[in-house]
């Protein structure tokens, strides 16, 4: 039996468009993007088209997108960059205590150096306290961090209020955009962002690469000191294959972005009304059902660990995550289920399933009746 993929917000599968999109720059334009020969020209315009891909799909200037190797030094690069270039102006920093480790692990590293972080409060849903937010802001505040949707749960932030809030203190705002991008409208001019940290291995495209936003007027340090790659911020020979896959997997995104949300919606919905009418008093659903990513179902199973699960349903060949995929080796309970409060009984028992467009509801009613198999023999 094939394997069933339910883990999208873990990684993706490279569409074929994005791998045929690449193959050129592993084989027939393979040159170092830095030379003037025509193969090295070609990887540079590549390089610049995929900008603009990229930048299209959260409306920016093409000139405001810089490439990184990961969503993770996209977040660090926001971070220290920014923080390090103004500490002049102020060495306060809020951020929520629901944030991707990239976020809150660079927030620690932070600390050590002398930066002040605060940590804000979110209700049961997710969603981050406004009123909090709002008096946790003090003169030395020169950073807000919240993350666009939640890598867990999958609720979905108030990004243009939080936004504004930043905007009427003086302080620039930063989101982590990783699991939103393609999974949701994104418009930093709109939403008032000033850096929004993004990966390709989400959307469709090849691990190791991601992109950062960086309004024209923000000043930050540069990321990696050598040559004069990437606007004299990121030193480095440019992975021009995987960039070339970023952003055609961008180009995809942007175009299909509508009736991709109605898809993973409609697969979402069924598995969680099919599973709460089945499951009802044995489950509770993690985060917000109305502000939340469409593909995203988070399900705590009453009395069970979410691990075990896992392995239980692998032995089905069925593929889900029992929390944020950088953190789901960890023994601890989700820092994420912790902070919106979910019961003991339930939170040790929580599976993350993340739709894709390959899913089907033939594959959810094969994972709903393997889930009743795994908690019925639990429970005998």
Request: glycine share 6%; charged share 25%; net charge neutral.
């Amino acid at each position: 039996m094939d394997i069933i993929y339910f883990d999208n917000a873990a990684t993706t599968k490279i569409k074929t468009e994005v791998l045929n999109e690449m193959m050129p720059y592993f084989t027939k334009n393979y040159g170092n993007a830095s030379s003037l020969y025509s193969i090295g020209r070609n990887a540079k315009r590549a390089i610049e088209n995929s900008r603009r891909q990229v930048a299209e799909l959260i409306n920016c200037n093409p000139n405001e997108i810089y490439f990184t190797g990961s969503g993770s030094e996209s977040d660090n690069t926001a971070l220290k960059g920014y923080v390090y270039a103004n500490k002049s102006k102020g060495n306060h920093i809020i951020t929520s205590k629901i944030e991707h480790p990239a976020i809150l692990e660079t927030c620690k590293n932070l600390e050590n150096k002398g930066f002040e972080i605060s940590y804000i409060n979110v209700d049961e849903n997710g969603t981050i306290d406004l009123e909090e937010l709002k008096k946790t802001i003090k003169p030395s505040t020169i950073l807000i961090s919240i993350m666009f949707a939640n890598n867990e749960i999958g609720t979905i932030e108030p990004i243009e209020e939080i936004s504004k809030i930043a905007k009427e203190n003086n302080i620039i705002f930063h989101t982590d955009a990783v699991q939103a991008l393609g999974n949701t409208k994104i418009d930093v001019q709109k939403m008032n962002i000033d850096m929004l940290s993004m990966s390709g291995h989400k959307i469709n495209a090849p691990k190791g690469v991601g992109a950062l936003y960086i309004k024209n007027d923000i000043k930050i340090e540069r990321f990696i000191d050598g040559g004069h790659q990437e606007k004299n911020k990121r030193a480095g020979t440019e992975n021009v294959a995987s960039i070339v896959g970023m952003g055609k997997a961008c180009e995809i995104a942007n175009r299909n972005l509508e009736v991709h949300i109605r898809n993973l919606r409609r697969l979402r919905d069924y598995y969680i009304v099919r599973i709460t009418k089945e499951m009802g008093d044995k489950i509770r659903i993690n985060g917000s059902l109305e502000n939340r990513l469409p593909g995203n179902a988070n399900i705590s199973f009453k009395g069970m660990d979410g691990s075990e699960i896992v392995y239980r349903l692998d032995e089905y060949n069925i593929c889900v995550s029992s929390g944020s995929a950088c953190s789901s080796k960890n023994t601890t309970s989700s820092h994420v289920l912790s902070a919106i409060n979910v019961p003991e009984e339930f939170l040790t028992g929580a599976i993350r399933t993340t739709f894709g467009d390959n899913n089907t509801f033939e594959e959810i009613n094969y994972l709903i009746n393997c889930l009743k198999k795994i908690i019925k023999n639990n429970t005998n």
